[in-house]
Nanobody, 123 residues
Framework: QVQLVESGGGLVQAGGSLRLSCVASGRSFSLYAMGWFRQAPGKEREFVAAISWSGGSTYYADSVKGRFTLSRDNAKNTVYLQMNSLKPEDTAVYYC????????????????WGQGTQVTVSS
């Protein structure tokens, strides 16, 4: 059983930056693809970014390309989402997710989910 805990959310002005962290429990963290999703009030959950188990492959939603960077440190069982040039439209609850299948992760078919962390971007 894998447990995911997100942190780093908060309130920031447009154009600012935040770094989200996701710490995973368990002994097989390096075998899981990891990613982030987000959900704004009244909207469906959407994919943000994903990273392979090795960290060698990443994939980003068009809405965040060039602004967000996903990385992982397997020695620390941690995934980071660096968010720069934040916009009000980025406001949402951000969820960390994990799955052994990179393809399943990208489509939201994830075995494990975190509790979410709120990101609010003001104008």
């Amino acid at each position: 059983q894998v447990q995911l805990v997100e942190s780093g959310g908060g309130l920031v002005q447009a154009g600012g930056s935040l770094r989200l962290s996701c710490v995973a429990s368990g002994r097989s963290f390096s075998l899981y693809a990891m990613g982030w999703f987000r959900q704004a009030p009244g909207k469906e959950r959407e994919f943000v970014a994903a990273i392979s188990w090795s960290g060698g492959s990443t994939y980003y939603a068009d809405s965040v390309k060039g602004r967000f960077t996903l990385s992982r440190d397997n020695a620390k069982n941690t995934v980071y989402l660096q968010m720069n040039s934040l916009k009000p439209e980025d406001t949402a609850v951000y969820y960390c997710a994990a799955d052994r299948s990179y393809g399943d992760l990208r489509t939201g078919r994830c075995d494990y989910w975190g509790q979410g962390t709120q990101v609010t971007v003001s104008s």
